[in-house]
């Protein structure tokens, strides 16, 4: 039922920053989470962080934790993510997901997903 809109993405520099939205519309279950998914050509979809619909529970990969931020603006029905000091390796498209727990880290766990926005960062 919940219907996910990703934007944000763009082309910026190494060492740039970029703030990713992802605006939920429909029901979502007050106990599930968002995430942040990755995916470059070539390379299976990465997880990257998530946040309780309620509530202020956050979940980081190890890859991005300290670069990268997740939250929330409740009113707006929206999540992001804050990327700083990015890097040529994190060019790929950014998706957010639906899953029943902010713990879920495979994408098999997400059952729904926005269409996703392209970050490129060049050198």
């Known amino acids: 039922q919940v219907q996910l809109v990703e934007s944000g993405g763009g082309l910026v520099q190494a060492g740039d920053s970029l703030m990713l939205s992802c605006a939920a519309s429909?029901?979502?279950?007050?106990?599930?989470?968002l995430g942040w998914f990755r995916q470059a050509p070539g390379r299976e979809r990465e997880f990257l962080a998530a946040?309780?619909?309620?509530?202020?529970?956050?979940n980081y990969a190890d890859s991005v934790k300290g670069r990268f931020t997740i939250s929330k603006d409740s009113d707006k029905r929206t999540i992001y993510l804050q990327l700083n000091s990015l890097k040529t390796e994190d060019t790929a498209v950014y998706y957010c997901a639906n899953a029943a727990s902010v713990w879920a880290l495979s994408p098999r766990e997400y059952h729904t997903w926005g269409q996703g926005t392209q970050v490129t960062v060049s050198s």
């Open positions: 946040i309780r619909w309620m509530g202020r529970t956050t």
């Open positions: 429909g029901r979502v279950i007050s106990s599930s989470a």
